[in-house]
C-alpha cells in the first residue's frame, strides 16, 4: 500500500540538502537490493540546488554513479545544449562531475536531433527508449525508484498542466504543445508514467507555490491541479519549504 509523507524544512537549502541527502540514501539502498539505481530527474530552481547539494556532499561517493540510470520527467523542446534545457542544467550542476556511464544517461530528444522540430516523433521515440530499457515480461516501463518532480505555481507537474490534455494522455511520453509557461513545446512523462515509480517525490519552495500544495493535499482533481494526480507505488513524499507550506490542509498544520 502507498504511503504519503509530508516533510517541511524550514528554507529553500535545508530543502535542497536534505532532499539531496535522502536520494543518496534511496538510490545506495536500490543499489544494495537490486545492483543498479534508477531516477528520473526534474528541472528548476529548486532542483538545481539539490543537484548541487549532491555535488558538494561528503556521502556522494556512496552511490556507485556508473550503476544510475538517469531518465527525465520532463524537458523543453530546445536544442541541445541550450541553457534552458532540463539536461543542461542537471549536467552542469551535477552530472558533469560524476562517473556516470553515458548508456545510461536518457536524456529526451532535442529540436535538433534525429527527428527535428517533430515532438510527437521525439516523444515516441523517448517511449521507445523507455521500452527497450524494461525488464522483458515484466513491464513495460524500467523500474523507476524514484521521479523527481517540481510542484508550478498552477500546479503543474513536469510538463503535465492543468485542464491541458496532456492530463487525460495514456501514453508514457507526450509531447506538450501550448504550454502555458515557455517555451511552448515540450515532451513529457504522463501521469501514468509518473505513477509506476516505487516513490514520488513532489519538491516545492516559496510562497508560490503554497496554493498548489495545499490544493494538491486537499485531494483536488488531477485535471485541475495534476500534482494531486501523482503518487508512488510505496511512497509519495513531499518535500517543502515554509513558505510552500502555509496553506497545508488541517491534518498537515502541525508541521508548519
Do not use: C
Not at 522483458?136 to 524500467?142: C, D, I, N, Q, S
Amino acid at each position: 500500500m502507498t504511503q504519503s509523507k509530508v516533510v517541511v524544512h524550514t528554507e529553500p537549502r535545508l530543502l535542497a540538502e536534505a532532499a539531496a541527502a535522502r536520494l543518496i540514501v534511496r538510490l545506495t539502498d536500490a543499489q544494495a537490493a537490486r545492483g543498479e539505481a534508477t531516477v528520473a530527474l526534474t528541472g528548476g530552481r529548486i532542483a538545481a540546488q539539490i543537484y548541487q547539494a549532491i555535488r558538494d556532499s561528503p556521502a556522494r561517493d556512496a552511490v556507485d554513479w556508473a550503476r544510475v540510470n538517469l531518465w527525465w520527467g520532463d524537458e523543453r523542446f530546445l536544442p541541445a545544449g541550450d541553457p534552458e534545457r532540463n539536461e543542461t542544467q542537471a549536467r552542469a550542476a551535477l552530472l558533469d562531475t560524476l562517473k556516470v556511464d553515458p548508456a545510461r544517461v536518457h536524456p529526451m530528444p532535442a529540436s535538433d536531433g534525429p527527428d527535428g522540430d517533430d515532438a510527437e516523433a521525439a516523444a515516441a521515440r523517448y517511449a521507445d527508449e523507455l521500452v527497450q530499457a524494461a525488464r522483458p515480461g515484466h513491464a513495460e516501463l524500467p523500474h523507476f525508484d524514484v521521479v523527481l518532480l517540481g510542484v508550478g505555481e498552477d500546479g503543474h507537474v513536469a510538463s503535465v498542466f492543468p485542464e491541458h490534455p496532456v492530463t487525460l494522455e495514456s501514453r508514457p511520453v507526450s509531447a506538450v504543445r501550448g504550454s502555458p509557461k515557455p517555451p511552448p513545446v515540450r515532451t513529457t512523462l504522463t501521469l501514468p508514467a509518473i505513477n509506476t515509480a516505487d516513490e514520488v517525490w513532489l519538491i516545492a519552495a516559496g510562497d508560490g507555490k503554497a496554493k498548489a500544495v495545499g490544493l494538491a493535499l486537499a485531494d483536488a482533481g488531477p485535471r485541475q491541479i495534476p500534482a494531486a494526480g501523482v503518487h508512488g507505488r510505496e511512497l509519495t513524499l513531499w518535500l517543502l519549504d515554509s513558505a510552500a507550506a502555509h496553506e497545508l490542509p488541517p491534518k498537515f498544520r502541525s508541521l508548519v
